[in-house]
């Protein structure tokens, strides 16, 4: 069955880097775009990055654009997320979800059970 | 890139129906149809229950609908069970190809 199983998550210092990694199983991983969605303790959830199948485009949320970079190996099925000059409010509970499409849609049909990061001096 | 708008809170008891709503503007939510609904249990991932406005996906209870009218899209969930009391969200695509979700709505089965 579709599976996504995220990993890299952990406590980090403020303005250090973490890399999160998402491996996919089950379905055609290069014939998906794939999205990170994150939720902070007790709070919502807050969409983070998307890219597209063939990873030809990337969009990214105002509050991480030019922090973080979203990348994928189609090869090995594994979605990343490079986070870099992390702060406090970027810990949170942090989901890849596959799309229903090749591109983006906003239908997230498939979600992982997260990887819990925490930003903390 | 504000959060769509959506109630906190509604509330029903077994058997009757409830409707969330969902607000944004022309550059998301009244652009496109590629308005989505998920629903999440207490430490759960999301589960999506509406896809592209008005669509299920396959397992999802018919109780289950969604609509959009101009700027504001709605889900009805009719028929109440215990089972469906959870968080649900909106999503929508938007005119610079990213996404938003709403604020989250909690569904109190009474």
Known sequence: QVQLVESGGGLVQPGRSLRLSCAASGFTFSSYGMHWVRQAPGKGLEWVAVIWYDGS???YADSVKGRFTISRDNSENTLYLQMNSLRAEDTALYYCA???QLVTTAGLDCWGQGTLVTVSS | QSALTQPASVSG??????TISCTGTSSDVGGYNYVSWY????DKAPKLVIYDVSNRPSGVSNRFSGSKSGNTASLTISGLQAEDEADYYCSSYTSTNTVLFGGGTKLTVL
């Open chain 1, 57 to 59: 485009n990337k969009y």
């Open chain 2, 39 to 42: 629903q999440q249990h207490p």
């Open chain 2, 13 to 18: 008891s077994p058997g009757q129906s409830i």
């Open chain 1, 98 to 100: 596959k799309d229903r």
